[in-house]
């Protein structure tokens, strides 16, 4: 059975990039290839809410193994630094999850 899931049309077109890219690099003529290649994903969190919502979290786990999935809270400008605080404190723990894979720089402190 298949399922159609929201995150389907960005997996197929990212799938597209990498075999056409896969597909010039096999052939003969390599020299004028573009690299239409999608190497990172911004994705931006609602900052009217609770957090992650489920469907977040498994877009991002869709995602985090064919691009680097960078969560970004959207409107952080118009938000109150306690406000920010307070999302961010919710919406780490789904980050942190044994199924998601993170990497954190040893210079990130300002998740936190």
């Not at 004028?32 to 469907?55: A, E, K, M, T």
Request: one cysteine or more; charged letters at 20%.
């Amino acid at each position: 059975m298949l399922v159609f899931c929201s995150w389907t049309p960005v997996t197929n077109y990212i799938n597209q990039q990498f075999e056409q890219y896969f597909r010039d690099e096999s052939g003969l003529n390599r020299k004028n290839i573009q690299d239409n290649r999608v190497h990172c994903c911004l994705y931006f969190i609602s900052p009217f809410g609770q957090g992650l919502r489920p469907v977040d979290v498994e877009f991002m786990k869709a995602l985090q193994d064919k691009v680097n999935v960078v969560p970004l809270i959207a409107k952080a400008d118009c938000l109150t630094p306690s406000e920010i605080k307070k999302l961010k404190e919710q919406t780490l723990p789904a980050l942190f999850m044994p199924s998601m894979t993170m990497f954190i720089s040893a210079s990130a402190t300002f998740l936190f």
